[in-house]
């Protein structure tokens, strides 16, 4: 067997490695302490191999969505990988579990949530991964820390700028909080 063939992916594996590209992650928490649950966050989502965190938000209180439940601290991260975005959304679900996520009731309370909101201006539409975000142009708390890194980023389907989104979309509870917490 040649080296290339025994490099080769298996049919239908996904690649890790892709072109270069700009990622926007939400995060968001209402369980324990939020600020430090964030700042974990960043810290793990920078030590993963292949990903660089380029700047991050202020982060935001805010009212849930769904059920009655605590408010929550959310914030976006910028990032640069080469990571494909399968990979990507592999490494992100396993930081949300080891940091103790609990899959349950839909929108219900949890330790952290980490959404990829955009890649670069690609659209990806399959059964585990939606991006952008699908419900990104309605939520403010994902519009209002993600203006405040790419205001002039397009939504990819919509055309329209995020900051114009975040302008647009119906008011919600929505407060900063202050800068990205201390420590990533």
Do not use: K
């Not at 009731?105 to 990829?116: A, F, H, K, M, T």
């Not at 700028?161 to 509870?173: G, W």
């Amino acid at each position: 067997m040649s080296t290339n063939q025994s490099q080769a992916p298996a049919a239908g594996a996904r690649p890790r490695v892709a072109r270069r590209a700009t990622v926007h992650v939400g995060l968001g928490s209402n369980l324990g302490d939020r600020e430090a649950n964030l700042a974990r966050a960043a810290l793990l989502i920078a030590a993963i191999p292949g990903v660089a965190l380029e700047r991050t938000s202020w982060a935001f209180d805010t009212a849930p969505v769904g059920p009655e439940q605590p408010r929550y601290l959310n914030a976006v991260v910028e990032l640069n990988t080469r990571l494909s975005p399968y990979v990507l959304l592999s490494e992100l679900l396993h930081l949300e579990e080891a940091m103790g996520r609990i899959r349950g009731e839909d929108w219900g309370p949890r330790v952290i949530d980490l959404d990829i909101l955009l890649w670069g201006d690609r659209v990806i539409s399959e059964p585990l991964l939606q991006v952008p975000h699908p419900y990104l142009h309605e939520r403010a708390f994902a519009l209002e820390p993600l203006a405040q890194l790419c205001p002039h980023a397009r939504h990819p389907v919509l055309g329209t700028s995020i900051r114009d989104l975040r302008d647009a979309v119906v008011e919600q509870d929505v407060v900063r909080s202050g800068h990205f917490p201390a420590g990533w």
